[in-house]
């Protein structure tokens, strides 16, 4: 049984999923302003079919290899019967391949289990990798100088700043001072869009 599309589609789905709480999240006071719930309600049981669905077709094809490995055994058990009567093979020499092929069964088992869960953890695995490869992807900027700790402060002098792509807005900062000191909590209280995250970034 193919595993690894229906791992994919369930990664796919969550994401889809995680996607749309975030949007609600966010966007709900709007949803509420411009009546849109039981749209949003209609998008979120879509999202949340589709995992469902997904992760019902993985679950389905992983309980199916553990019958579908029996019936494969006892073909193989009667193969194996069948070719050693048309080969003359002597009854004790059958007999203790048959006995070691019983006994490999357990073993034969277990390994097809864990193949079963590797490959229905595919998707999430490859998102995780996707997500921790650099290549392709922009490397932090770094800085020249060497920082060997926060020893008394640090100080905001007269700092205004604007993001590159909002240059016909006003600046997000705008000549900011103040201290955050070492050893003590500094709180950052204001309305939204005040500039905090700007400063905890900076």
Known sequence: AQLKAPSRSVAARNSALASQMLHLVHAGRLIRIFGQ??????????????????????????????????V???LLFLATVIAAFLANVSFPLTAAFLILLYRLQP?????????????????????????????GKPAPPLGSLPFPGLGERI????????????????????????????????????RSGAGKTTIVNL
Request: charged share 20%; glycine share 6%; net charge negative.
């Open 155 to 190: 100080a905001f002098e007269g700092v205004s700043f604007t993001y590159a792509s909002e240059e016909q807005r006003a600046a997000v900062l705008h000549a900011a001072t103040f201290d955050i000191k070492a050893g003590r909590s500094t709180a950052l209280i204001g």
């Open 72 to 74: 494969l055994h006892a």
């Open 37 to 70: 719930e039981d749209r949003e309600q209609a998008a979120f049981d879509t999202a949340s079919d589709g995992v469902r669905r997904a992760a019902f077709v993985l679950a389905t094809r992983q309980g199916a290899l553990p019958p579908l490995t029996e």
């Open 107 to 135: 073993h034969m088992r277990a390994l097809q289990m864990s193949w079963s869960q590797l490959q229905g953890l595919s998707g999430s695995l490859e998102e995780v990798s996707w997500l921790l490869d650099p290549a």
